[in-house]
């Protein structure tokens, strides 16, 4: 594995490989959002829920014991992405995947991001293997629910929590996010479908992830096992560097301009 600061000039035998890849898999953390001042996962908690740690929140449990306080943690962090933009680096990889579907070939986004970042960069997202903080479900009969956007402003967080709204179509569901909390399964036809692409990649990078939760931090050695370059964009060391070809250590919004000019 070699690491590559920002700093330096990208070598050329990165920038071939990015520039000759025709059907590449992009895997997303919360680090490519982070330039959109968007908390990364371990940075989520304030005001009311300082004291808790995210994996603590985002589990059934935590649901169940005061689900008020998991609700409005979920709202509130939805009003947050309503009020930020993309970033370079979510821009950039909707270009790329412009790009190369111009070249018959594709770029496919798999994301671990809960927030809809990626697709208002213009982006096709292939799947979101944590579902999605825009969407609801009924926490007993599963039955989808359309819901107005939160009156938060996302940056102050609200003082109160709020109770959970009822579900329409059974007598005592209430609503929750349509996220996949830890010991959840995740969504079997985005899973799949990441691990058929990763399969027939030519180049996977991953980006702003810690590559520790799994089974997404898995994905990527797909990749090492059929002996495809695997690329790393982190202003730090992950759990999954040492599987890496390529490190590139810097923040995605500023090394994919690079990468991809
Ligand atoms: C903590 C971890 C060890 N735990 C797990 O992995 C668990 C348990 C587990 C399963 N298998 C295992 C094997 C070994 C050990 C543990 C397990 N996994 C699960 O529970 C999964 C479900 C996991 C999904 C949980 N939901 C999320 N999100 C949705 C909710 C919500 O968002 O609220 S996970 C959530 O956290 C993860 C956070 O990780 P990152 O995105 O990487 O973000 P992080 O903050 O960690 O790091 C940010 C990175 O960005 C970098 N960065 C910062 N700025 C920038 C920048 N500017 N540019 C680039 N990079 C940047 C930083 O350096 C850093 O590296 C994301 O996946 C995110 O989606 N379910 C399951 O396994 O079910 C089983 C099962 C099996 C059978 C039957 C029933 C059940
Ligand atoms: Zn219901």
Redesign the pocket.
């Known amino acids: 594995m070699r690491e590559l600061s920002v700093t330096e000039s990208v070598p050329e035998d990165v920038v071939a490989l990015v520039r000759d890849a025709r059907r590449v898999v992009v895997l997303s ?4 959002s ?2 959109s001042g968007v908390p ?4 989520v908690q304030r005001g009311l829920w300082e004291r808790f740690s ?2 603590e ?2 589990t059934p449990d935590a649901f169940d014991n005061d689900p008020a306080l998991v609700w409005t943690w ?1 709202r509130w ?1 939805q009003s947050l992405i309503d009020a930020v933009e993309p970033n370079a ?1 979510h821009r950039c990889l909707a270009a790329w995947q412009e790009h190369l579907s111009a070249q018959h070939g594709w770029l496919a986004v798999v994301t ?3 927030d809809d970042l990626h697709e208002r960069a213009g982006a096709e997202v292939l799947g979101h ?3 999605s ?1 825009a969407a609801h479900r009924c926490a007993d009969c599963g039955e989808p629910a359309e819901l107005p956007a939160p009156r938060y402003d996302g940056f102050t967080a609200p003082p109160t929590p709020e109770d959970p709204p009822g579900c329409e179509s059974c007598p005592d569901g209430v609503l929750r ?1 349509d ?8 969504p079997a036809p985005a899973f799949d479908a990441a691990a058929a692409a990763i399969r027939a990649a030519d180049l996977v990078v991953v ?11 898995s994905l990527p050695l797909l990749g090492l096992e059929r002996g495809i370059p695997l690329i790393e ?4 060391e ?1 759990g999954l560097t040492e599987v890496m070809d390529f490190a590139i250590r ?4 500023e ?1 994919l301009p690079r990468l991809l000019s």
Do not use: D
């Open positions: 953390g919360a680090g490519i982070a330039e990364t996962f371990r940075e995210a994996e929140l985002a979920y962090r680096g671990q991001n809960v293997l944590h579902g903080l996010p996220v996949v909390w830890f010991g959840e399964m995740l980006v702003g992830t810690s590559g520790i939760v799994q089974p997404a931090a964009i982190n202003p730090e992950t810097g923040r995605s919004g090394v």
